[in-house]
């Protein structure tokens, strides 16, 4: 009996680190990326309206650690932005809600790879960085509502 007790507990207790490691990793990320400084000023309290565009490459924050790689979905309305991670990395993640009104818009290039990035009003240190074709899409999907956009120069580099 005791062989077989033995037998589930290695692979339930597998099954329990993965789960922790992922919880404390993705509520890490969370803090790094700025998600949670924006979510204390743009919390979203409202379900998500709009055109969704799935964001193949973006990054949040100026840090290497907040990539995210087809893991958010911007939903885009005549109101503004709202942004939201897949359900497996929401852990202290929460959606976010950008009007209009406090969206900057700036393009850029950044090696190979054209990007615009989105700065924030309340929050012009955590920029939401999109990349390539998934920045067009968000563009196209705003039409007359996107703010109008300046390129980067070396002063805001």
Known sequence: MAANGAQWASPLLVASCFVALWIV???LLSHISGWVALARIYRAN?????IP???????????????????????????????RLQFFFRINSPDLFFPWSDV??????????????????????IPLRIYGKSAELVRAAAGDDWPHARPHTAATL
């Open 53 to 83: 565009v799935r964001l193949r490459a973006a990054r949040m924050g100026r840090n290497l650690v907040g990539q995210f790689r087809n893991v958010l979905t911007l939903w885009v309305g005549s109101d503004g932005l709202q942004l």
């Open 25 to 27: 990793v993705t509520w």
């Open 104 to 125: 900057a818009v700036t393009h850029g290039r950044q090696w190979f790879f054209d990007y615009v990035e989105l700065k924030f009003r309340q929050a012009p240190e």
């Open 46 to 50: 409202r379900e998500a309206g709009g």
